[in-house]
């Protein structure tokens, strides 16, 4: 049992290239969602998904889109990238939204120059 | 608006020095408030659910509370591996997700 996986662990990007992110669970959790986490910064809310085929905005969602095609895989990707997305992401799985916690990825240290 | 503050900032313990770390919060009906651990590189660790005024939890060395407007994590007795990030998050009710603070960076001295 992994619980939840990320790819890549480390990325450098210049900015206006594109780029996948792609988290896995395999603990049949309903809710994904990405995460970024800045310096002095709680961690902030990109996109979730609340099912096969749905996905939300958060708090943060401008320059990242999002696909869940599959229950077990969240992808979120960058399709132009700026220096301001520089972060460590967060992917998380749940089984239900409010009362159920959430469970962590690794992370991705993403490096935009 | 739904907010999350967490105090101190940092905190150095020598090894068995109890204390505890605050954790505030202003959110419209609340649903849960998680606590979370972090090690550096790595993604957070759940700890604790709590979901109701009164309610305690313990785990090990930790003991988690919840009043109305606070939460306290209070570790007794430290040893150099509780060294880590500590998160706590609630479950906004006007914002329907969840709203995390800073964290208390805790850094426990052999």
């Known amino acids: 049992n992994a619980g939840v996986t990320q790819t890549p662990k480390f990325r450098v990007l210049k900015t206006g290239q594109s780029m996948t992110l792609l988290c896995a669970q395999d603990?049949?959790?309903?809710?994904m969602y990405w995460y970024r986490q800045d310096p002095g910064m709680g961690l902030r809310l990109i996109h979730y998904?609340?099912?096969?085929?749905?996905?939300a905005k958060g708090e943060v969602p401008d320059g990242y889109n999002v696909s869940r095609l599959k229950k077990q895989n969240f992808l979120l990707g960058l399709e132009s990238a700026a220096p301001s997305q520089t972060s460590v992401y967060f992917c998380?799985?749940?089984?239900?939204?409010?009362?159920?916690?959430?469970?962590f990825g690794p992370g991705t240290r993403l490096t935009v120059t | 608006e739904d907010q999350v503050t967490q105090s101190p900032e940092a905190l150095r313990l020598q090894e068995g020095e109890s204390s505890s770390l605050n954790c505030s919060y202003t959110?419209?009906?609340?649903?849960?408030l998680f606590w979370y651990r972090q090690d550096p590189g790595k993604g957070p660790e759940f700890l604790f659910t709590?979901?109701?005024a009164g309610e305690e939890k313990e785990k090990e060395r930790l003991k988690a509370t919840l009043t109305k407007k606070e939460s306290f994590l209070h570790i007794t007795a430290p040893k150099p591996e509780d060294s880590a990030t500590y998160l706590c998050?609630?479950?906004?009710?006007?914002?329907?997700?969840?709203?995390f603070g800073t964290g208390t960076l805790l850094a426990v001295q052999p």
């Open positions: 998380a799985s749940s089984y239900g939204g409010s009362t159920n916690e959430q469970y």
């Open positions: 603990m049949n959790h309903e809710y």
């Open positions: 998904s609340v099912g096969e085929g749905t996905t």
């Open positions: 959110v419209s009906g609340l649903r849960g």
């Open positions: 709590l979901y109701s």
């Open positions: 998050a609630v479950w906004g009710g006007a914002t329907n997700k969840l709203i």
